[in-house]
């Protein structure tokens, strides 16, 4: 399994960015997506997540309404579309795949799941 990140870049703050993670290696559409990020000097942080079986997706507080989260599973593609940049948005946007199901609070947890993308770099000026 290869998840392959994309889209990151430096952007001004207020602009929109859309983060693509694409996945090779397996056919399942029953698979709980993340996206996690990791400014430097701080701890990893879930920001969306989308459980298998579930009716919808879960946002972190911090991103709530700013960071949709999408899948295309025909693709074996997930999305992260960030909206309203700001500074403290810069980090390393990571996606993350998982082949069983989630624990609804275990959603934005890095532990829940086993397969990780590289990373792409986002940088946010102001």
């Known amino acids: 399994v290869q998840l392959q990140a994309s889209g990151g870049g430096l952007v001004q703050a207020g602009g929109p960015l859309k983060l693509s993670c694409a996945a090779s290696?397996?056919?399942?559409?029953?698979?709980?997506v993340a996206w996690f990020r990791q400014a430097p000097g701080k701890e990893r942080e879930g920001v969306s997540c989308i459980r298998s079986y579930s009716n919808g997706p879960t946002y972190a507080d911090s991103v709530k309404g700013r960071f949709p989260i999408s899948r295309d599973n025909a693709k074996n593609t997930m999305y992260l579309q960030i909206n309203s940049l700001m500074p403290e948005d810069t980090a390393v946007y990571y996606c993350?795949?998982?082949?069983?199901?989630?624990?609804?609070?275990?959603?934005?947890?890095?532990?829940?799941?086993?397969?990780w993308g590289q990373g792409t770099l986002v940088t946010v000026s102001s």
């Open positions: 993350a795949v998982h082949f069983n199901r989630v624990l609804s609070y275990m959603c934005l947890d890095p532990s829940s799941y086993t397969y």
């Open positions: 290696g397996f056919a399942s559409d029953y698979h709980s």
